[in-house]
Nanobody
Framework: DVQLQASGGGLVQAGGSLRLSCAASGFTFDDYAIAWFRQAPGKEREGVSCIMSRDGSTIYADPAKGRFTISTDNARITVYLQMDRLKPEDTAVYYC???????????????????????WGKGTQVTVSS
């Protein structure tokens, strides 16, 4: 079974940094994408960033551009989200999800509806105080 576990959340002051980790296991996919999403209270889940296993290419949602960096380890089984210059509006539960379909990286990878329910991990809470 595919398992994804997000960790690294916490409480941080505005302007601070956090690094989230998404540990993946149970993969038999040769070509996949792992994405980060977040959901703030009362809001819909939204895409943050995505990275492709094939070539390490990445995509970011506008709120993440210039502040967040997605990366993966050499074995490509842990995906990180380095979040710098955090803002109170970044407060949310952050989730990671995997897309095993070998499609070209696009903004669709930041659409949570494009990910099967079974390919989501449990989230980690990020709280940014002002």
């Amino acid at each position: 079974d595919v398992q994804l576990q997000a960790s690294g959340g916490g409480l941080v002051q505005a302007g601070g940094s956090l690094r989230l980790s998404c540990a993946a296991s149970g993969f038999t996919f040769d070509d996949y994408a792992i994405a980060w999403f977040r959901q703030a209270p009362g809001k819909e889940r939204e895409g943050v960033s995505c990275i492709m296993s094939r070539d390490g290419s990445t995509i970011y949602a506008d709120p993440a551009k210039g502040r967040f960096t997605i990366s993966t380890d050499n074995a490509r089984i842990t995906v990180y989200l380095q979040m710098d210059r955090l803002k109170p509006e970044d407060t949310a539960v952050y989730y990671c999800a995997v897309d095993p379909s070998p499609r070209r990286l696009s903004s669709l990878h930041l659409n949570p509806n494009d990910y099967e329910d079974e390919y989501w991990g449990k989230g980690t809470q990020v709280t940014v105080s002002s």
